[in-house]
């Protein structure tokens, strides 16, 4: 097991995946679809276990949706073995952190719920962690205490977009949030709704942008490498971006050079579309070779 651990801070939902959904509905219609199954959601969660399963350690920080879910999450992120060591259960009479996932033609679409403060504020020095991973810029948004936090616990931080109408709608200056991060995880989307608002391409250290089934690209002072990938088909794609975001973490943080952690990334993004939910793919990945991260 590598020495280097990451701290994974983000919403936490129970994902309902709907698979094989034959066309999204339409107001007055009703789809009916046969593949449906429940899983722990969120980006935080589902890079956590990623790097968990390429042999880091991890741990989450985030808040249980509200019961009944909350069981079938922590069942699943145990099974994952991620440490819920620094999670908090929801707050009495709150409505539970929902996504409805519906799968089709090698995409998907979400809608989610979400419901009181995504995790619990507190201090991150004397934990141990080398590295705090935030699973979306809206958790940062709301809990901007964490860059100091993790600063002086001597952590460096990554952080993932995350798709959400309000901040990537509407006018906003989300580049001195994103500038203060060590690493810029967006998708290809997001990253062009990001530059329509004004921010730079690069908007962070180093900043690498998800182009799906094309691969993906870092930006850095040195320059830009840009990997590709092979097209596989997609069962569910959710939580490919935030396995890659795993991926990528796991070989960036034990030295590996840039073109490698791409493609190290592109393998673990590919994995999970294979199977429903976004961590149904990731045993596929337990002999992936990651230089320094397992034994």
């Keep these: 097991m590598s020495d280097i651990s990451i701290l994974s801070a983000g919403r936490l939902y129970c994902d309902l995946v709907f698979a094989g959904t034959p066309r999204m509905p339409t107001l007055g219609t009703e789809t009916f679809v046969d593949g449906l199954s429940l899983h722990a959601g969120g980006g935080a ?16 920080l985030s808040t249980l949706p509200a019961a009944p879910f909350d069981q079938i999450v922590a069942k699943d992120i145990e099974a994952r073995g991620v440490d819920t060591t620094h999670c908090a259960s929801a707050e009495p009479g709150q409505m539970p952190q929902i996504t409805v996932v519906m799968a089709m033609a090698g995409d998907r679409s979400f809608l989610s719920h979400k419901s009181g403060a995504a995790l619990p504020e507190t201090s991150l020095e004397g934990l141990g962690f080398n590295h705090l991973h935030i699973g979306e810029l809206r958790s940062l948004v709301e809990q901007p205490w964490l860059v100091n936090a993790a600063r002086k616990a001597g952590m460096s931080i990554s952080l993932d977009c995350g798709w959400d109408d309000e901040l990537l709608g509407a006018p906003g200056d989300p580049a001195t949030l994103i500038a203060q991060v060590d690493l810029f995880l967006p998708n290809e989307r997001e990253m062009a709704r990001l530059t329509a608002m004004g ?4 908007p962070a250290p180093l900043t690498v942008v998800k182009c799906g089934a094309r691969g993906a690209t870092a930006l850095s002072p040195e320059g830009r490498v840009t990997v590709g990938t092979t097209r596989l088909d997609a069962f569910d794609a959710t939580g490919a971006g935030d396995a890659f975001n795993g991926g ?7 030295g590996t050079p840039l073109a490698g952690c791409l493609s190290i990334a592109n393998r673990c993004g590919g994995a999970v579309i294979s199977s429903a939910g976004g961590t149904g793919g990731l045993s596929a990945l337990r002999h992936l070779a990651v230089p320094g991260a397992a034994e």
């Design 45 to 60: 969660f589902i890079t956590a276990a990623t790097t968990k399963t390429l042999g880091l350690k991890s741990a989450l």
């Design 199 to 202: 921010l730079p391409p690069d």
């Design 248 to 254: 990528f973490l796991s070989a960036w943080l034990t």
